[in-house]
């Protein structure tokens, strides 16, 4: 009998801490899954933010940094440039990147830092108990929106793959989303080429993934993954913003 | 033999880090620090360094934080707005146990003040800046050879230790020059056991984090800590002592002030005054040790600094309370000459 599905060998025996429902754990997967096919364990700095995936670093068995909130791409900097043959993955949520991290972001961007960002959002903050992020959605219900994100105070959503994807010296931006199986698979290819691109040396891959957040959402995850079809992606379409690698072709 | 040359502080102290094998700076601009960076973006062709003026100091001290994490000789230079800004990184590299070394050059605040000689961070050095129960180990130059020489020191400590160590000098010593001894070139030390640069062959996975897990694990977390800090304390108090053995007067100052009060120690002594003088080096850990020998022998104490008194109770904690201690200050970026400290030693030896 063959295998056709198995945990990540590159995993701990840690119990993962995410609710139920939530992308964080399939991302993670996904990551262990593809540095372990492409034989990058042994080259890998996986760099965690502070939010739902604070722990991740205690779930896979490869080098490992918690960051300061908003500064996984600070850090991730000084780290891709002290040792640049290494895969260096900056992981992080929408409210670490977003708000608290936006000068860290863009200025890895601008300079075409080269190493990959897993930009997981799920248009909330997680681990606070669901605040408002600056990725909530329009009229979105949340704990520091009561009545429902709107213009007047608190502006609009940012898209980050499109931002990020306009730098010049970004190499690669996607926006994906894990959902349904067909999208965790387009999710694995965009990491891969992600990957691949980082270890060719080219500048900045931006993965940006749209992921249920059942528990800040206040939904079952079957209505969190129909809320991503169904909403979600109309703010944050699907697509390639940026693909140096295709353009060269 | 070491190369003597006549050379501005902050020139000679980024050229003995280059020598001291740090390979990498990262900073933003602010007076009095600019001419490390500076010399850091001139150098980095022909050394082989890594240069970047980064976006906020914020970022520049994560960065710093990116290289100690995987071991290799990594550093930035500030002043007090951007350190205060740089707390946060510090609080950080301090619960991660990373060797990094910041220069501050202080200027007096509160904001962003003004930019001449001060000591205005002297607490903020010295007692955190940043949360939660940290140390950091901080050395105190006073003359631009020492600012050198602190260079590979402050970068040993790092690494004996694994923890932050911040050199501060301020507008004087950072913009005066010298002449200076340089230091001998070292070379690269290889991979540390403890880094996160992938495994890459080691064995086994690091991993650093400082989110705690747990109340009883997370205090046990912060005794370890402590317990280092005890052994920095009990190793690493420096200070030098001019003229202390017969004194009546021991006056206390460190860099720049420590300038001006030797030269008004030697009028002092010149009028047949018993004045003597204790200067910390490092001001972290405070140099308690110097003044065991002094307790309780009818001495004064004159602490002399470029702030309104932030050193006084170090003082007062390290005589037991059991001497007179007195201060004067000069604020704002006003350095007081000799004489008038002279004049202050008359009044108090009366
Ligand atoms: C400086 C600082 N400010 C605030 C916090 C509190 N905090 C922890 S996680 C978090 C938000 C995380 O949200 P997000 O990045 O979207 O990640 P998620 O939990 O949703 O995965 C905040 C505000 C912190 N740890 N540090
Ligand atoms: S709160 Fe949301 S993001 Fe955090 S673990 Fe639960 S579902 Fe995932």
Redesign the interface.
């Known amino acids: 009998m063959s295998i056709v599905y198995k945990r990540p060998e590159v995993f701990t025996d840690e119990y993962m801490k995410y609710c139920g429902g939530c992308g964080h754990g399939i991302i993670n997967k996904l990551i262990g899954e593809i540095i372990e096919e492409e034989n990058l364990?042994?080259?890998?700095?996986l760099i965690w933010p502070?939010g739902c995936s604070?722990?991740a670093?205690?779930y896979?068995?490869?080098?490992?940094?918690?960051?300061?909130h908003g500064?996984a791409p600070?850090?991730?900097?000084?780290?891709?440039?002290?040792?640049p043959?290494?895969?260096v993955i900056v992981y992080q949520g929408d409210g670490d990147m977003v708000s608290e991290g936006m000068?860290?972001i863009?200025?890895a961007g601008i300079?075409g830092e080269k190493f990959t960002v897993i930009f997981v959002n799920n248009s909330i903050y997680g681990m606070t108990g669901g605040q408002m992020a600056p990725t909530t959605l329009m009229d979105q219900v949340t704990t520091t929106t009561p009545y429902g994100r709107a213009e007047v105070n608190t502006g609009n959503p940012v898209n980050m793959a499109e931002i990020i994807g306009n730098l010049p010296e970004c190499y690669y931006s996607e926006r994906v989303t894990v959902n349904s199986p067909a999208n965790i698979r387009k999710t694995k290819a965009a990491i891969k080429k992600a990957f691949k691109y980082q270890m060719e040396g080219k500048g900045l891959s931006f993965v940006e993934i749209l992921s249920p957040c059942p528990t800040g959402w206040k939904v079952k995850p079957v209505q969190a993954i129909k809320w991503i079809d169904d909403v979600v992606t109309k703010q944050f379409p699907l697509g390639v913003f940026k693909d140096r690698g295709q353009e060269e072709k | 033999m070491a190369d003597k040359v006549f050379m501005q502080g902050n020139e000679a102290f980024a050229e003995a880090a280059i020598r001291s094998g740090c390979k990498y700076f990262f900073g933003y601009p602010i007076t009095p620090s600019s001419e490390i960076p500076e010399y850091y973006a001139k150098k980095a062709p022909t050394e082989g360094l890594t240069f970047i003026q980064a976006e906020t100091e914020v970022s520049a001290f994560n960065m710093v934080a990116g290289v100690a994490a995987t071991g290799k000789r990594g550093m930035t230079a500030t002043a007090g707005p951007g350190f205060s800004l740089g707390c946060e990184a510090m609080s950080y590299m301090s619960a991660a146990s990373l060797p990094a070394v910041i220069v501050d050059c202080m200027r007096p605040g509160p904001a962003d003040g003004e930019i001449l000689g001060s000591q205005g961070d002297y607490n903020q050095l010295t007692k955190g800046g940043g949360h939660g129960d940290y140390n950091t180990i901080v050395l105190a130059p006073y003359s631009v050879q020492e600012y050198a020489d602190f260079a590979p020191l402050a970068f040993d400590l790092a690494e004996k230790y694994r923890n932050p160590v911040v050199v501060a000098s301020d507008g004087t010593i950072a913009k005066m020059m010298e002449n200076v001894e340089l230091p001998e070139r070292v070379e690269p030390k290889g991979r540390a056991d403890w880094a996160v640069d992938g495994i890459n062959g080691r064995g086994h996975h690091n991993d650093i984090t400082t989110c705690g897990d747990g109340p009883e694990q997370w205090e046990r977390f912060n005794l370890a800590l402590q317990a280092k800090y005890a052994e920095i304390r009990e190793n690493e108090q420096r200070w030098e002592e001019v003229e202390t053995a017969d004194a009546d007067i021991i006056v206390v100052a460190f860099g720049t002030m420590a300038r001006v009060c030797l030269d008004a120690v030697k009028l002092a002594r010149k009028d047949g005054m018993k004045v003597g003088m204790i200067r910390p080096i490092t001001i972290w850990p405070f140099p308690e040790k110097a003044f065991a020998n002094y307790i309780g022998k009818g001495k004064k104490f004159f602490v002399a600094e470029l702030n309104a008194g932030q050193m006084v109770n170090d003082v007062k904690i390290a005589v037991n309370d059991n001497a007179s201690v007195e201060f004067y200050g000069r604020l704002g970026g006003m350095i007081p000459s000799p004489v008038e400290i002279y004049n202050k030693l008359c009044e108090l030896y009366k």
């Open positions: 364990v042994e080259k890998t700095v502070i604070v722990y670093d205690k896979f068995k490869a080098d490992s940094v918690c960051a300061l500064r600070a850090m991730g900097t000084g780290i891709k440039r002290a040792c043959e290494d895969l000068a860290e863009m200025h300079r």
